[in-house]
């Protein structure tokens, strides 16, 4: 799934409240904080003393030897205002001045920012990752990849960005109005009258016309939808003879793409003449005004050249405003959804190096009259008052229906999942008095469908055991069957299986996956057997690799054929969450009107 945008949020009291909980990440840059904004103030003044100084290079260019403001004394320094040359080594030094400002203010902004994110980017996917299966179960993995990349990204572009230049503006437009003020009061009060006015009503006549055009494109992909599933489904239209159907549907949906397209055109046309008439009109109000007054000797011309750039220095500035409010909407909308996952309740995990089990399990699991219902559909009781025991070193196989509860008991094992009611017992002792990390850390899951990580061989395998020597990896694999493929590939251990295994087999992901439990060397043993899509000798090959690592350990088996759960010491049969039979292979079998013996007459003893 792509990414989302995060979107602008309606800023509130309460949304205002939780984006502040942001600066806790700037308390421990305070300092620089502080340093970075008198910097982005003092490139505010500068920008204005530039303008002021072009005005002057400008009034004494149009008018030489007229200047008021012929000589100045700065720190016991006599410039003369009406030289040329002196006006442009000014200009000059004071550039330098704000180029060194600007990247002093970008590279501190920067420093502090990338810290900011390092942390809250590791603090966002730490508490995700710690969060119950629950809560994956109930979201999407594109929206949680949204929250710590493009909400993290908006929330960076406001601190390295938004920030700066809002304020600024801010400090252009304060500060250029002052100015104004200072060299003509009437030509001010013109421009504020006017001009501002013109430029707020373009932004959002803009975003008006900004607003057709998504309409026309939306309509254009309704319309290239409409032409890929005629295409994709060309069979079934020629089956139907549907072409006329089919044509009469394009017709339709072009025909709103011609009328959103013209609306759209009609009032482009508008704008642009807007543009033309109000705001070109009010500069050219302003400029006749300032004209006037310097012709009465009201008004110096380099005062007037000051007006005309610092009059479209602030105007511009009032017309980028906008934007920035919009770009800090949409950075407040994303520090809010940011927040949202810092708040959220975590499970116990530990996330501190494993250094040995400081409670290692026997391995006798105990369920105890345990009830379960999923909380995205509470009133439905999938696993029914279970009572079973499995000693240590016991194989035990759950078979059934589908729908019968196997998968939920193993999660349930797993803590993945808490019962409702009822206890689970783990050497006797409740499973809520174990460390939930080092409880885990004794288990090994072999799912039946499996998805490796992009990396290497040595990698996945190592999943088990990060610290393994290549010693030990090899080791692990030869004991799944998986050795000799390995040792094949041009790159061994080396050789990378591309996103999600796809690189490898399916009876080679199993064995990696054997080879990544066995180097675990759990426990407590959970396997959702997967031979039922493998070839004979791919098939041949895991269940001899599963049958050495379920020797001696304790081990749960979801079983679904009949020859991985014959010489199982105990099978457990499941029904609606509850066991209806429990008992060895030949024992079930014996029960003429067994549920087991059913299931496997019905499925030809193939398939459990």
């Not at 900004?210 to 295409?231: C, G, P, Y």
């Not at 999942?417 to 206890?423: E, H, I, M, V």
């Not at 079930?588 to 019905?602: F, I, K, P, S």
Request: net charge neutral; charged share 20%; glycine share 8%.
């Amino acid at each position: 799934m792509a990414e989302k945008e995060t979107k602008k949020k309606r800023v509130s009291r309460e949304s205002l409240r939780k984006a502040a909980r942001i600066f806790r990440y700037v308390k421990p840059y305070a300092w620089q904080f502080t340093i970075g904004i008198v910097l982005i103030s003092l490139s505010g003044v500068f920008t204005l003393l530039v303008t002021r100084l072009w005005g002057q290079l400008g009034g004494v260019g149009v008018q030489p030897g007229e200047s008021r403001d012929e000589v100045r004394s700065f720190f016991d320094l006599e410039i003369n205002f009406s030289d040329l040359g002196n006006i442009a080594l000014i200009i000059f030094g004071v550039l330098v001045i704000q180029a060194a400002i600007s990247f002093s203010r970008v590279m501190l902004f920067a420093h502090i920012t990338e810290n900011m994110m390092l942390t809250l980017r590791r603090d966002s996917y730490e508490r995700i990752i710690r969060m119950p299966l629950q809560y994956f179960n109930e979201q999407r993995v594109g929206d949680l990849n949204s929250r710590i990349s493009a909400d993290i990204t908006s929330i960076q572009d406001v601190f390295t960005t938004t920030l700066a230049e809002l304020l600024r503006q801010l400090i252009i437009i304060v500060g250029g109005i002052l100015a104004l003020l200072y060299f003509s009061p009437t030509l001010t009060f013109i421009m504020l009258a006017t001009l501002p006015v013109m430029i707020i009503i373009a932004v959002i006549f803009g975003r008006f016309i900004r607003k057709l055009s998504k309409q026309t494109q939306d309509k254009v992909a309704e319309s290239n939808v409409i032409v890929q599933e005629t295409f994709t489904g060309i069979v079934n239209v020629k089956s139907f003879a549907n072409e006329t159907l089919e044509v009469a549907r394009y017709l339709s949906s072009i025909a709103d793409i011609r009328q959103f397209a013209l609306r759209g055109a009609k009032w482009r046309g508008a704008f642009a003449s807007f543009i033309i008439l109000f705001i070109f009109g009010a500069i050219s109000l302003v400029i006749f005004k300032g004209a006037e007054l310097m012709n009465e000797g009201e008004l110096a011309s380099e005062h007037f050249f000051t007006f005309l750039l610092m009059t479209g220095l602030v105007a511009g500035s009032i017309g980028g405003l906008a934007s920035q409010f919009g770009a800090l909407q949409r950075g407040i909308g994303a520090i809010e959804n940011v927040m949202d996952i810092l708040d959220l309740e975590p499970e116990p995990v530990s996330l501190k190096v494993k250094k040995g089990h400081r409670t290692p399990l026997k391995g006798t699991l105990h369920f105890e009259k345990v009830s379960f219902a999923y909380a995205s559909r509470s009133e439905t009781t999938v696993i029914n008052d279970l009572s079973f025991s499995v000693n240590a070193g016991q194989q035990v196989a759950l078979v059934g229906p589908s729908g019968a509860g196997k998968s939920t008991v193993v999660s349930l094992v797993q803590r993945f999942y808490l019962p409702t009611s009822g206890r689970i017992l783990f050497d006797g002792v409740p499973a809520s008095e174990f460390d939930l990390s080092e409880l885990r850390d004794q288990m090994a899951y072999v799912p039946q469908e499996v998805i490796l990580f992009g990396g290497t061989i040595r990698e996945n395998i190592a999943y088990g055991k990060p610290d393994a020597s290549d010693s030990e990896i090899r080791e692990a694999a030869r004991q799944a069957n998986a050795l000799e493929f390995i040792d094949g590939f041009p790159d061994g251990l080396a050789t990378v299986v591309g996103e999600r295994g796809i690189q490898l087999s399916g009876g080679q992901r199993q064995r990696i996956a054997i080879a990544r439990a066995v180097l675990k060397n759990p426990t407590l043993l959970i396997l959702d057997e997967a031979t039922s899509s493998l070839d004979s000798e791919s098939e041949r090959l895991v269940q001899d690799a599963l049958e050495k690592l379920m020797k001696d350990r304790t081990s749960i088996v979801i079983a679904h054929r009949l020859s991985t759960i014959r010489n199982a010491d105990k099978i457990l049969v499941l029904e609606n969450g509850r066991v209806v039979e429990e008992g060895s292979h030949d024992e079930l079998m014996a029960q003429n009107a067994g549920a087991y013996r059913g299931l496997v007459e019905l499925q030809g003893e193939k398939q459990l």
